[in-house]
């Protein structure tokens, strides 16, 4: 299997993610769609950055 069609495999609209806000058909950010973003927060109001993923936020800092 080439590169290709590993990352086209992410494109499945058939994965489904363990968020299930991210499963609903009308998210702007299922698992297929994975965008980033710099957002803060009323505890950290120092910016940092995150991933969209359904209708939460995935603090890049706290993976780190």
């Known amino acids: 299997m080439s590169d290709t069609q590993d ?3 992410t494109l499945d609209p058939a994965r489904k ?3 299930d806000t991210a499963n ?6 299922p698992i297929q769609t ?3 973003g710099i957002f803060s927060d009323a505890k ?3 910016h940092r950055a ?3 993923l359904g209708d ?3 603090d890049l800092a706290a993976l780190a």
Request: proline share 12%.
């Open 7 to 9: 990352w086209r495999a």
């Open 17 to 19: 993610s363990w968020l």
């Open 24 to 29: 609903d058909p009308a998210c702007d950010f």
């Open 34 to 36: 994975l965008p980033f």
């Open 44 to 46: 950290q109001p120092a």
């Open 50 to 52: 995150g991933v969209a």
């Open 56 to 58: 939460q936020i995935v």
